[in-house]
């Protein structure tokens, strides 16, 4: 490991990540976190680093750029680094070492509470024997759902099965494993399956400053069906999803995703000179969400922006850059 090379950990980390072995915006989170902890670590005992406090600095943010550098649309990671640098601080490599450790430990267990919380919250909004639609997989929306069976509430679902990936299964599993009765859908029959749903809950990946809800390919379409058929929607989100580059009028990057996801090499081969697109998420407009819910309380997506000032007010620093 050179001064400014990431270890082992944080590139293993990172190619997980981009690979989607690791996926989910909170768990992105959490393990980003974890990776500059063992940075830390690393540097802490490396050659080039361990006794010159500016060396290590120059060590950890190269890691959180590696980092940064996975995937585009899940503001939770970008806020994740964030969080963690803003809190390294010491003049000795060993000071600096204990801070990085310390706010990563604080961030992953903050995470922790906050989806604990934002459950609570969203379990509040579904009533005993209501049927709950499901898209892609979200720790954060299946926190609803589980807190709403530990309330005693008997739901069930309807769980569409989220090409191209298929996260819908890993829901489906966590929920069958939860003692909720599941049905697997096909993402096409999601409009037919409405009539016999009672809300919809999906998560996100990144919130914007004017409530637009970045989630996984597909949320919008479903958004504007529920509302056609008169069935609830909300987002379930914690805090960390606030993307602050949206509160100075950027927008948010949607991952294109390889075509490999979508087509098999044969199949590809033989439909020739034909594009095949793979857009990871879309944008569902504040009008067609009726709640997003987060640990600090549900809100009108109109009016997330007052949060989000109050959280991120000044502004999206970029502490991993080179100074
Ligand atoms: O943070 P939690 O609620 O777990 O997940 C939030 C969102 O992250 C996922 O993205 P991907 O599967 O990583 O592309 C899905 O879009 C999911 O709704």
Redesign the pocket.
Known sequence: MTDTEPAPAVRETAESIAT?EI???????SAAAEALAEQAEAAAEADATASDPEAFRASMRAAARTLRET?P??V?LPNALRYVLQRMEGDSVDRLRRSVVDASEAFVEQLDRA?EDLGQVGANRLADGDTVMT?????????CIEAAVEQGKSISAVVKETRP?Q?GHITAEQLRDAGVPVTLIVDSAARRYLDEVDHVV????SIAADGGVI??IG?SGLAVNARERGVPIMT???TI?LHPETLTGHTVEI?MRDEGEVIEPEAREEIGDIAVENP??DVTPPRYMDAIVTEQGQFPPESIVTLMRELFGEGAAEPWAEP
């Open positions: 989607m996926r989910g915006a909170a768990t992105i989170a995937r649309t899940a939770s989806q898209h892609c997989h979200s720790t954060d929306a299946l926190a990936r996260q999906v998560g996100a990946d989630n996984k949320t379930a989100a914690q999803k991952e990871a998420f």
